[in-house]
Nanobody, 130 residues
Framework: QVQLVESGGASVQASGSLRLSCAVS????????MGWFRQAPGKEREGVAVVSPGDGSTFYADSVKGRFTISQDSAKNTIYLQMNSLKPEATARYYCAASTVDRCGAYGGTWYLRHRYNYWGQGTQVTVSS
């Protein structure tokens, strides 16, 4: 049975940092494009960053490039999202997700589309105050 369990969400001040973790259980680790989405109140869920565990390729939303880093620890079956220089607009619930393919690049640049992901965690809340 596939499970994605997020942790690490917290309340921080603007310019602060947080690291989110997603523990993956089940057969999909190292076999699926995986990553992070976020959803703020009243807004659509949006893609933040994804990684292909097999080849390590990564993709980021323009809004987080240079400040967020996605990484993986294969020994722990865990994916991380290091978030630096946080801004109040980063306030959202962050979800870990696993897609239907093994390489994020197979989506030809549309990795951020929600329907490409069929496994989801329950989310972890990040609140950034100004």
């Amino acid at each position: 049975q596939v499970q994605l369990v997020e942790s690490g969400g917290a309340s921080v001040q603007a310019s602060g940092s947080l690291r989110l973790s997603c523990a993956v259980s089940g057969y999909i680790y190292n076999r699926r494009c995986m990553g992070w989405f976020r959803q703020a109140p009243g807004k659509e869920r949006e893609g933040v960053a994804v990684v292909s565990p097999g080849d390590g390729s990564t993709f980021y939303a323009d809004s987080v490039k240079g400040r967020f880093t996605i990484s993986q620890d294969s020994a722990k079956n865990t994916i991380y999202l290091q978030m630096n220089s946080l801004k109040p607009e980063a306030t959202a619930r962050y979800y870990c997700a696993a897609s239907t393919v093994d390489r994020c690049g197979a989506y030809g640049g549309t990795w951020y589309l929600r329907h490409r992901y069929n496994y989801w965690g329950q989310g972890t809340q990040v609140t950034v105050s100004s």
